[in-house]
């Protein structure tokens, strides 16, 4: 199986910046995606950015400029640099992984999530 662990969550100032990661562990043969979704209260999980197994990028519009994602460790970590955040990027941040592992097919993986909090 696969396990996620983050780390980074905290309170913030707007225009201030936080980092987020997240390392994967467990019986993993292969990743192929590596995201941060984010989910408020009362709305749905959106994808906040992803990056693939060959280095696609991909960023909501609400954070591009703002937002880098990164890897490291063969892709088994990935960090989420959160510059001059808003209010509204209040949520809970959660790291996702598209991967196989030795005992199953290829399915999404979660991490438990961690609270960022923008306010004035």
């Known amino acids: 199986q696969v396990q996620l662990v983050e780390s980074g969550g905290g309170l913030v100032q707007p225009g201030g910046s936080l980092r987020l990661s997240c390392a994967a562990s467990?019986?993993?043969?292969?990743?192929?995606?590596m995201s941060w979704y984010r989910q408020a209260p009362g709305k749905q999980r959106d994808l906040v950015a992803s990056?693939?197994?060959?280095?696609?990028?991909n960023y909501a519009d609400s954070v591009k400029g703002r937002f880098t994602i990164s890897r490291a460790n063969a892709g088994k970590t990935v960090s989420l640099q959160m510059n001059s955040l808003k209010p509204e990027d209040t949520a809970v941040y959660y790291c996702?992984?598209?991967?196989?592992?030795?005992?199953?097919?290829?399915?999404?993986?979660w991490g438990q999530g961690t609270q960022v909090t923008v306010s004035s």
């Open positions: 467990g019986s993993i043969i292969s990743i192929y995606t």
């Open positions: 990056v693939t197994s060959l280095g696609i990028t």
């Open positions: 996702n992984t598209r991967a196989l592992s030795s005992a199953t097919p290829v399915r999404d993986y």
